[in-house]
């Protein structure tokens, strides 16, 4: 069975300052992973994605991944937090086991910015 | 182009009652995903749509819930009766595709979702 274990359910930072959202996957499989935000009142939004090409991938608004397979890891990671980054992020593996593309998502991480 | 529409935003229901969600997902996306998020929980699957077939309901939490995509379009989701348990936040998903060994890679664009509050 595929899952996603985000360590942290709230980080906070100050504004400048680098983020690190945690992230560890299991999966059978080789696995599609992904990181999607959500802003209050809106939908999620994709920020990346790892579907086996490059282990460190570039997202939206500066953001990046790198997935470590001896880690089991996924995590998000931003040089310079901007306080619009702050929002709700999901690490998400896509459950290929049943190719049906279904999400299988991590609990959350709250993402609080200060000034 | 238009992103994935969800109608209503907000509804406030009796338990026992009936309600139906819309789904309306982006033009010409074969897969359309139902999602919920229980408070305190994290998001989980519902089902999955290909065109107008169900491929994978197995998210579906029990008979109450019914859905159908009508010619492969838009979307309903209907809870009858709603418990006080169903409260939550609905999301539809759609993506491209209707292979579904590609599903997996493919990314789902996300409706901002319908809160549902049972009393």
């Known amino acids: 069975a595929q899952s996603v274990t985000q360590l942290d359910s709230h980080v906070s930072v100050s504004e400048g300052t680098p983020v690190l959202l945690r992230c560890n996957y299991s999966s059978s499989y080789s696995p599609s992973l992904f990181w999607y935000v959500q802003h209050p009142n809106k939908g999620l939004q994709l920020l990346l994605k790892?579907?086996?090409?490059?282990?460190l991938v570039k997202g939206i608004n500066g953001f990046e991944a790198e997935f470590k397979k001896s880690e089991t890891s996924f995590h998000l990671t931003k040089p310079s937090a901007h306080m619009s980054d702050a929002a709700e992020y999901f690490c998400v593996v896509s459950d290929r086991a049943g190719n049906t593309g279904k999400l299988i998502f991590g609990q959350g991480t709250t993402l609080q910015v200060k000034p | 182009e238009a992103g994935v529409t969800q109608f209503p935003s907000h509804s406030v229901i009796e338990k026992g009652q009936t309600v139906t969600l819309r789904c309306d997902p982006i033009?010409?996306?074969?897969?359309l995903y139902w999602y919920r998020r229980v408070m305190g929980k994290e998001i989980k699957f519902l089902l999955h749509f290909v065109k107008e077939s169900k491929q994978d309901e197995s998210g579906m939490p029990n008979n109450r819930f019914l859905a159908e995509r009508t010619g492969g379009t838009y979307s309903t989701l209907k809870v009858q009766p709603a418990e006080l348990e169903d409260s939550g936040v609905y999301f539809c998903?759609?993506?491209?595709?209707?292979?579904?060994?590609?599903?997996?890679?493919?990314?789902?664009?996300f409706g901002p979702g319908t809160r549902l509050t049972v009393l």
């Open positions: 998903a759609s993506s491209q595709e209707g292979t579904s060994g590609r599903a997996a890679y493919n990314e789902q664009f």
């Open positions: 033009s010409g996306h074969d897969n």
């Open positions: 790892y579907t086996s090409a490059a282990t």
